[in-house]
């Protein structure tokens, strides 16, 4: 797929310090790489491992089952590369996506519940923090995750809500769900970590914790690079 795709690419996986991987899994593959913790940190912290270790333009992150497919890659790509996007989101509440029939109506409670409760409290309403397939254009990704804290359940909340304080332009897309593997996630406990981690977000964000001025640079050079071409082309620009 990836090669048939015309794109360069390669892809990290990064082992929780779950030891589910073996080291010559891919040695036959020089375009796939094995990170490790040593213990377990949390999805958070290997997703920030693998999209600082990442070179490429487009950097697209999730899980290792692919529980969506690979088919959004490229589109996701298109839109970083060259659609003036800086961040793309699955968003399974959009027209088109297909999710909510796989994952069991506890889940399906508990994720509106967390929703409703983020977009109060840090995204401002942002519909859907919690999909698994996200991606951020390089540049971007070298500014943004450094400055990230939380390392498990609410770390996509902290994501978009740093990505919206800077008000970086993201791309909703519709998602399908090819298969649901079993999760390790349990409601109860998650749900009580996401609301202390959400609460600590905002906590970060009054101590400055945030702030970029890398990431503000490049939305202030991105708007004015297109504001340019807008005038060269004769357009009106406000």
Known sequence: MLDESGLSWEVLVVDD???DFRADEWRHSARVRLLRHGKNRG???????GMLEA?????????????????????MSAFLRGGGFH????????????????????????????TEFVGRIVTG???????????????VADA????????????DVELLYVALKHRLDIKRIPVRLLHNEAS???????ATRGALDV?????????????????DAIVRNDFESVASNARNAGMPVS
């Open 144 to 155: 943004l995750f450094p400055l990230l804290r939380v390392d498990r359940f609410a770390f």
């Open 55 to 75: 070179k490429g333009q487009a950097r697209v992150f999730t899980d290792v089952d692919l529980p969506f497919g690979m088919d959004l890659l490229p589109v």
């Open 199 to 215: 609460t600590r977000i905002k906590a970060l964000q009054l101590r400055g914790a945030y702030d970029s001025p890398q990431l």
């Open 43 to 49: 999805k958070g912290a290997a997703v920030r491992t």
């Open 184 to 190: 390790s996630v349990r409601l109860l406990r998650d």
């Open 17 to 19: 310090g779950g030891n």
């Open 125 to 139: 309403g942002f519909f859907d923090t919690q999909c698994g397939l996200k991606a951020v254009r390089g540049d």
């Open 87 to 114: 961040v793309v989101i699955g968003d399974r509440s959009l027209p088109g996506s297909s999710y909510h029939q796989a994952t069991s109506w506890s889940r399906r409670i508990a994720s509106a519940l967390f």
